[in-house]
């Protein structure tokens, strides 16, 4: 038996005779629902036959609906009853379960949002926004208490249920950032090159796959980057920056501390602390597709323990399985092949084989005196911009500090900015510093004229 259903208002076509327009509409047979289109008369009364219509097919599929639903919840308790004929039923079942009306209301309403999401894909297209679906559909029922893991504990049911509010909400789709944004990329990311020239191989690498992006207009696929060299090389300063030029999120995951396998792709539902891990929520919980995830200080990392936090990478580095990756605490499974990766290490002796072909490598060296002054001052415009009632830092200033590396660099400035807050200036002069910086260059400096 096959029905019809009417999607959306009929257009006019140049090939459809007047007075009449092209209607599409799905055809829906047991349980298969194809998309077809007829040319049909264009006035009310085909509207008001097509409404009515519409009625008694909705009607029917949530009938087919529930009683498939009924005998899924039939087969599934037969199962439960003879697992745990002995056992108490959890006191929380009525609390985490939701009823088959309430599981089909959710379902129903997921699939139209997502239909009415996935109609628009032409016109975000024809504006210059590019979108990628990250997971299915019908995804997030599985935190719904229908599907997948159930747990009696009510904290984590609430957490369930506040994460599917938030993914209903945010739909299937998220965007890519670099869609036709190419010549604004690519000038932003020369500046970088002038701040920072002892990385310009790796700017210049990123700038060569957005140009051959522009050329068959597509978004940018970027492979994972592995950043070697010596501390104070600046290798996480700089990954700040490219994000920023790049106009993408940022996550940043540090394995210089004791972090399991966990933190990238979820921990166990049976913990009593199980947490989404940091790729589910950096793009499921976020705005777009391709954010940037750093792996900093990656040769840090535990590779004895069982739950080294490098496991996860075997997947989510390469781009087929990527497609395809399950967080362990919600359940879901998602789309990570659009995450452009960028990893740090001072020592690539320590990572594991297996994980460096995973990355093109980029080994780096302490920049030059000049390319140091360059970063340095840098560094202090950037800072600069958070506090932009003061007045620009004098030259001089950068030179002062070009020894350090950037992150000391970063909090010396901090430090003179509250010194000139604290004496009620708003320049900065050279002993505004740390007296550790200006002693580490030096009597004369440290005796040598004030400026602003």
């Known amino acids: 038996m096959a029905f019809l259903l009417p999607t959306v208002p009929g257009f006019v076509d140049t090939d459809v005779p007047c007075g009449y327009a092209l209607r599409p509409i799905q055809v829906f047979d047991k349980d298969r629902l194809k998309k077809i289109g007829l040319i049909l008369p264009d006035n009310d009364d085909i509207d008001q036959w097509l409404l009515q219509h519409a009625e008694n097919i909705k009607t029917q599929a949530a009938q087919l609906e529930k009683a498939e639903l009924e005998r899924h919840s039939?087969?599934?308790?037969?199962?439960?009853?003879?697992?745990?004929?002995?056992?108490?039923p959890p006191p929380t079942t009525r609390e985490t379960?939701?009823?088959?009306?309430?599981?089909?209301?959710?379902?129903?309403?997921?699939?139209?949002?997502?239909?009415?999401d996935a109609s628009h894909q032409l016109q975000f297209a024809?504006?210059?926004?590019?979108?990628?679906q990250v997971y299915a559909w019908d995804e997030p029922l599985k935190l719904s208490g229908q599907t997948g893991p159930l747990t009696s504990d009510r904290q984590l049911s609430a957490r369930d249920k506040a994460l599917y509010e938030k993914l209903k909400?945010?739909?299937?789709?998220?965007?890519?950032?670099?869609?036709?944004?190419?010549?604004?990329?690519?000038?932003?990311?020369?500046?970088?090159?002038?701040?920072?020239?002892?990385?310009?191989e790796v700017i210049d690498f990123v700038k060569a796959r957005i140009v051959l992006a522009r050329e068959v207009a597509?978004?940018?696929a970027l492979p994972p980057i592995l950043l070697i060299g010596p501390p104070g090389v600046g290798k996480t300063y700089f990954t700040l920056a490219l994000a920023k030029a790049m106009d993408r999120p940022i996550e940043r995951h540090s394995f210089d501390a004791a972090y399991a396998g966990s933190a990238l792709l979820g921990s166990d539902r049976h913990w009593a602390n199980t947490k989404s891990g940091l790729v589910f929520d950096a793009i499921c919980l976020g705005e777009c597709a391709d954010p940037i995830i750093l792996l900093d200080e990656l040769d840090k990392a535990d590779t004895v323990s069982r739950?080294?936090?490098?496991?996860?990478?075997?997947s989510l580095l390469e781009p087929v399985t990527a497609r395809d990756v399950v967080d362990i605490s919600v359940g879901?499974?998602?789309?990570?092949?659009?995450?452009?990766?960028?990893?740090t290490a001072n020592d690539l002796r320590n990572i594991p084989e297996s994980i460096q072909s995973r990355f093109r490598v980029f080994s780096l060296r302490a920049p030059t005196a000049g390319q140091a002054l360059d970063l340095a001052r840098a560094v202090a415009g950037s800072v600069h911009q958070r506090f932009p009632t003061f007045e620009v830092p004098h030259r001089q200033l950068a030179t002062?500090?070009?020894?350090?590396?950037?992150?000391?660099?970063?909090?010396?400035l901090e430090q003179a900015f509250a010194a000139a807050a604290t004496n009620g200036r708003k320049h900065l002069v050279r002993q505004d510093l740390p007296a550790d910086v200006l002693l580490d260059l030096g009597e004369d400096i440290v005796k040598s004229p004030l400026f602003h």
């Open 307 to 314: 739950s080294s936090p490098l496991v996860p990478l075997h």
């Open 169 to 200: 909400d945010l739909g299937a789709f998220r965007t890519l950032r670099h869609h036709n944004t190419y010549a604004t990329t690519l000038n932003a990311l020369g500046e970088l090159g002038l701040q920072q020239p002892h990385f310009r």
């Open 400 to 412: 002062l500090v070009a020894h350090l590396t950037p992150r000391e660099q970063v909090q010396a």
């Open 97 to 116: 379960v939701p009823s088959s009306s309430e599981y089909r209301a959710a379902r129903a309403a997921l699939k139209t949002d997502y239909d009415d």
């Open 332 to 343: 879901i499974r998602f789309d990570a092949s659009h995450v452009f990766w960028i990893a």
């Open 74 to 88: 039939a087969r599934k308790e037969v199962g439960e009853t003879s697992a745990t004929s002995s056992a108490t």
């Open 126 to 132: 024809e504006c210059g926004i590019a979108r990628a």
């Open 218 to 220: 597509s978004p940018v």
